[in-house]
T-cell receptor, first 112, second 110 residues
Framework: DGGITQSPKYLFRKEGQNVTLSCEQNLNHDAMYWYRQDPGQGLRLIYYSQIVNDFQKGDIAEGYSVSREKKESFPLTVTSAQKNPTAFYLC???????????FGSGTRLTVV | QKEVEQNSGPLSVPEGAIASLNCTYSDRVSQSFFWYRQYSGKSPELIMSIYSNGDKEDGRFTAQLNKASQYVSLLIRDSQPSDSATYLCAVNARADKIIFGKGTRLHILP
């Protein structure tokens, strides 16, 4: 079955540590997105990529980094520069904006 | 002005009644409109998309679009407790991304 796989489901980060969230899709979608969702809040766009080896900053890119070396993969690194990283992180992909996005199951990141 | 606005709720609806969820958007060039359902602790799931003025029906769900008024709505007929969730309105106005509203929490009362 085609879909988007995010791992891990839960992640704990110590202060000052970088962590990487994985996002893999087998839908053959060109575009991929990373969102952050805080309790009671909407989705905030972190980074997006419409093609391999190219990506753009979203609304809250500070403290995050991404890469897009393969069409199937779009990992997100939460760096130590992100001061409030505790949130629910969602990866999405799309074959085109007119069709909407397909979301992965999410990664819940907690700072300990 | 917020790009996509929704009432945060909660909207409480008796089981078996019609739930009506509303959304307004600011960009007149918007072309594609979506409704996502998100259960607590889960990721959003696309349940309806609509592209032209009028109504679009899919089972118990009806999406309504009025581009002149910049208004999108979702009707859920014969509401069930399993419909209790947050519903996100999303709008594609520009070429490269979709804008999401903050969502409306719907609570179906048994």
């Amino acid at each position: 079955d085609g879909g988007i796989t995010q791992s891990p489901k839960y992640l704990f980060r110590k202060e000052g540590q970088n962590v990487t969230l994985s996002c893999e899709q087998n839908l053959n979608h060109d575009a991929m997105y990373w969102y952050r969702q805080d309790p009671g809040q909407g989705l905030r766009l972190i980074y997006y990529s419409q093609i391999v080896n190219d990506f753009q900053k979203g609304d809250i890119a500070e403290g995050y980094s991404v890469s897009r070396e393969k069409k199937e993969s779009f990992p997100l690194t939460v760096t130590s520069a992100q001061k409030n990283p505790t949130a629910f992180y969602l990866c999405a992909s799309s074959i085109g904006q007119v069709y909407g996005y397909t979301f992965g199951s999410g990664t819940r990141l907690t700072v300990v | 002005q917020k790009e996509v606005e929704q009432n945060s709720g909660p909207l409480s609806v008796p089981e078996g009644a019609i739930a009506s969820l509303n959304c307004t958007y600011s960009d007149r060039v918007s072309q594609s409109f979506f409704w996502y359902r998100q259960y607590s602790g889960k990721s959003p799931e696309l349940i309806m998309s609509i592209y032209s003025n009028g109504d679009k029906e899919d089972g118990r769900f009806t999406a309504q679009l009025n581009k002149a008024s910049q208004y999108v709505s979702l009707l859920i007929r014969d509401s069930q407790p399993s419909d209790s969730a947050t519903y996100l309105c999303a709008v594609n106005a520009r070429a490269d991304k979709i804008i999401f509203g903050k969502g409306t929490r719907l609570h179906i009362l048994p």
